[in-house]
Nanobody, 121 residues
Framework: QVQLVESGGGLVQAGGSLRLSCTVSGLTISRNIMGWFRQVPGKDREFVARISLFGATTDYADSVKGRFTISRDNAKNTVYLQMNSLKSEDTGVYYC??????????????WGQGTQVTVSS
């Protein structure tokens, strides 16, 4: 019923930029917390960014603060993650998240299927 579909991932050189999009159906993003998590093999899914209902409050993991920006377009029911100054450590599968949560992946109500981001050196 609820679908979150990510796009925009790919292979990028270190120092480059990518913009991830999460298009949502069956869920009104303006009535939900939205965010992004990422995961690499052998590690837990980790928090990356979160945005409040009206975009007044954003939260970022320390590792991406100052480089990544989360935003939403309620009219398009779409969430974005602008990633600048990418590092090899940013490599992973990025998941769009929605519902009511703070920083724990276990509290996320809705997940996208994930999109691969690979940063080469």
């Amino acid at each position: 019923q609820v679908q979150l579909v990510e796009s925009g991932g790919g292979l990028v050189q270190a120092g480059g930029s990518l913009r991830l999009s999460c298009t949502v159906s069956g869920l009104t993003i303006s009535r939900n917390i939205m965010g992004w998590f990422r995961q690499v093999p052998g590690k837990d899914r980790e928090f990356v960014a979160r945005i409040s209902l009206f975009g007044a409050t954003t939260d970022y993991a320390d590792s991406v603060k100052g480089r990544f920006t989360i935003s939403r377009d309620n009219a398009k029911n779409t969430v974005y993650l602008q990633m600048n100054s990418l590092k090899s450590e940013d490599t992973g599968v990025y998941y769009c998240a929605g519902g009511s949560f703070r920083y724990n992946s276990r509290d996320v109500d809705f997940w996208g299927q994930g999109t691969q981001v690979t940063v080469s050196s």
